[in-house]
T-cell receptor, first 114, second 113 residues
Framework: EAGVAQSPRYKIIEKRQSVAFWCNPI?????LYWYQQILGQGPKLLIQ????????DSQLPKDRFSAERLKGVDSTLKIQPAKLEDSAVYLC????????????FGPGTRLTVL | AQSVTQLDSQVPVFEEAPVELRCNYS??????LFWYVQYPNQGLQLLLK??????LVKGINGFEAEFNKSQTSFHLRKPSVHISDTAEYFC???????????FGKGTRLSVIA
């Protein structure tokens, strides 16, 4: 079974530029999460999707971050414009949505904002 | 709201020695508990999880953890570590299987030859 795929793996941009990350979850997984992991900290939720609907985006900085999951499969996370403090690893995870299921994580995208 | 405290940010240990990584949590409702491992430049991999039942949970790579409700702890243990166990370990909680994980800050385990 293929795991969660993310691209790109690394990205370096200047502040105020825009960037987008892509995630392809495990086939059939209804729930998709984006987490932000700042160096030296644990991952923190940005947004949760159930199929193509948003379940929780309370911690997403909506003035600069946006995310979508068209057709309930792939997802894209965008930052526009980026700030220095957005430097982090962005992790995508998926789960089947069953009561006691496990979240499976992708390899992450490491973003450096200069 | 839930929170997780990992009491040690770094744990150095000699190869073949035992190790314990400590995790305490706070929650007003029942939680599920998880330990994940993160190797350099990789995503998180599930080591083990506690959902219900026996408080001693066995996971992959020889790790185990014990849920202690009265002390709100879920410490991770391994009787004999290998160089390959060098990684970052994260304790996490969720209130159901379909809600976001709340992570601790992580413990960096360094195994010394």
């Amino acid at each position: 079974e293929a795991g969660v795929a993310q691209s790109p793996r690394y990205k370096i941009i200047e502040k105020r530029q825009s960037v987008a990350f892509w995630c392809n979850p495990i086939s059939g997984h209804a729930t998709l999460y984006w987490y932000q992991q700042i160096l030296g900290q644990g991952p923190k939720l940005l947004i949760q999707f159930q199929n193509n609907g948003v379940v929780d985006d309370s911690q997403l900085p909506k003035d600069r971050f946006s995310a979508e999951r068209l057709k309930g499969v792939d997802s894209t996370l965008k930052i526009q414009p980026a700030k220095l403090e957005d430097s982090a690893v962005y992790l995508c995870a998926s789960s089947s949505g069953l009561e006691v299921d496990t979240q499976y994580f992708g390899p992450g995208t490491r973003l450096t904002v200069l | 709201a839930q929170s997780v405290t990992q009491l040690d940010s770094q744990v150095p240990v000699f190869e073949e020695a035992p190790v314990e990584l400590r995790c305490n949590y706070s929650s007003s409702v029942s939680v599920y508990l998880f330990w994940y491992v993160q190797y350099p430049n990789q995503g998180l991999q599930l080591l083990l999880k506690y959902l219900s039942g026996s408080t001693l949970v066995k996971g992959i790579n020889g790790f185990e953890a014990e849920f202690n409700k009265s002390q709100t702890s879920f410490h991770l243990r391994k009787p004999s570590v290998h160089i390959s166990d060098t990684a970052e370990y994260f304790c996490a909680v969720s209130i159901s299987g379909n809600t976001p994980l709340v992570f601790g800050k992580g413990t960096r385990l360094s195994v010394i030859a």
